[in-house]
């Protein structure tokens, strides 16, 4: 096994376990609750602040990796997220609080981890091969964010909600020993003074605030003066974010990589597709658990469909990019996610078992095939000096269209829900449960238009492609 590959492999693992502890923690809500003596609203900041934290700094940990060397911020990375998860599955009797400071220390690992991983890849494989590559990030990337709840339920099975973090320890110091040395030692463009400190904390101030009024949102609503205030003043810091890196020498986003349309498009294109990948992430499991009445493991495996489809198709889609137009190859895979989301929409209270996995299988696969090449596209349309930020600037996206998501197919359910029953809604009615599958329809015909969006925008690029080529 050669040094590149074993480099690959730790990237991976860590990249794996940097996104599914964004997901693995939402099945285990219910018992972390009872445990720690707190409400739902509470825990679930156990969710949130993770990926707020991710967003709100890994910009700037891919400038920084652009400026000191990628794979240090990846190893210091890597440690600061293994000590994360260690104190995570610990309960010194401070309960919430303390979870919360350990889940910050692993949001900051992980937003180290997730800002170079592209940019590393990208730098130690040559442009024939990276797509091939890239898809081996790209299927521990999707497989992490979508096989949260699966894992999370199988753990629970046989474990306690502790055992959800703790088992980062152990495989974190076995992949940070297999691939430490197989990290590139090349150095940085730069050195710590160049850092655009304005621009990183208007960045950050930016994400936190409208991130926040988008969870607060849900439940003050996005009517309320403060959630509006939230949201004008986190467009003002955004706009004063544009002007300063335009008149930085060394801004912390150099904003002429969106000059790039397939850059800008392909990133536009990921971000869709997260955002759908969410709606069966967050809907299945209600579907599985409360209208089919499955147990959390039973639940669990027919979940683990969506990333075992996307563990096979995204190498074999990254291989095939690799020889033929990395186009043709992500319009294939938003036409069979556009199908899936078609598929959901079919089931009914007499759909068979068989046909939820074929779904599950049909929609991992295809996100297999399209996040590859897209991937790919993304990462070849910049310079090598900017490969960290273009990788983090990629990363912000997907993390962004998590929380978008998410907060998207649970407004959209239980709207739809009240809208039905005509009283206001916020959680499974089980004397009621055709008024879920009503509502989770509804929340897939709109999964289906932001696919259908993405499928327009891999067309319009393929024939763009063709065009250039005649």
Not at 96 to 117: H, N
Not at 190 to 208: F, H, N
Not at 399 to 404: C, E, S
Request: charged residues 10%; glycine residues 8%; proline residues 4%.
């Amino acid at each position: 096994m050669t040094e590149r590959t074993k480099a690959l492999i730790a990237i991976g693992i860590f990249t794996f376990m940097s996104t599914l502890d964004g997901s693995i923690v939402n099945i285990a809500l219910p018992t972390m609750s009872r445990e720690l003596h707190t409400s739902t609203a509470e825990i679930t900041w156990v969710v949130t602040i993770y990926l707020i934290v991710i967003s709100a700094i890994i910009l700037i940990f891919g400038r920084l990796s652009d400026l000191i060397g990628k794979a240090k911020v990846t190893k210091i990375g890597w440690a600061i997220f293994i000590l994360g998860s260690f104190l995570a599955g610990f309960n010194f009797g401070f309960g919430l609080p303390f979870l919360l400071f350990a889940r910050i220390i692993q949001a900051i690992g992980a937003s180290m981890m997730m800002a170079t991983s592209f940019g590393i890849v990208s730098q130690i494989y040559p442009a024939e091969s990276r797509a091939k590559a890239l898809s081996v990030v790209s299927m521990f990337v999707s497989a992490g964010s979508i096989a949260g709840p699966a894992i999370g339920g199988v753990i629970l099975q046989v474990a306690s909600w502790n055992y959800i973090f703790w088992i980062n320890v152990p495989i974190g110091i076995a992949a940070w020993i297999f691939g430490n040395r197989a990290l590139p030692t090349t150095n940085g463009h730069g050195k710590l003074s160049d850092m655009d400190l304005k621009g990183g904390s208007l960045m950050t101030a930016v994400i936190v605030l409208l991130f926040l009024a988008l969870n607060f949102g849900m439940t003050l609503g996005f009517t309320s003066p403060l959630i509006l205030s939230a949201v004008v003043l986190g467009l003002v810091l955004f706009a004063l974010f544009i002007r300063t890196e335009q008149m930085s020498p060394a801004p912390l986003l150099d904003l002429g990589i969106f000059k790039s349309k397939l850059f800008s498009l392909s990133l536009i294109m990921a971000l869709l597709n997260f955002t759908v990948a969410m709606f069966s992430s967050i809907l299945m499991p209600f579907y599985l658990q409360d209208y089919c009445a499955f147990q959390p493991g039973l639940a669990g495996l027919f979940m683990m469909c969506y990333p075992l489809a996307m563990l096979i198709m995204s190498p074999i889609a990254g291989i095939i990019a690799d020889k033929v137009d990395k186009e043709i190859v992500t319009f294939v895979g938003i036409s069979g996610i556009a199908l899936s989301q078609v598929g959901y929409l079919l089931i009914t209270s007499q759909t068979p078992s068989w046909w939820v996995a074929f779904v599950l299988l049909l929609q991992g696969g295809s996100v297999g095939i399209f996040q590859s090449p897209n991937n790919a596209l993304i990462m070849e349309t910049v310079e090598r000096r900017y490969l960290g930020i273009a990788g983090s600037v990629n990363s912000l996206a997907r993390n962004f269209a998590f929380v978008l998501g998410t907060s998207l197919a649970t407004i959209i359910l239980f709207f739809s829900m009240s809208k039905i029953t005509g009283t206001k809604v916020n959680s499974y009615l089980p004397k009621q449960p055709d008024v879920f599958l009503q509502g989770m329809h509804i929340a897939f015909f709109f999964a289906l238009a932001f696919t259908l969006m993405t499928w327009i925008l891999a067309l319009s690029r393929l024939l763009a492609r063709k065009r250039m080529h005649q």
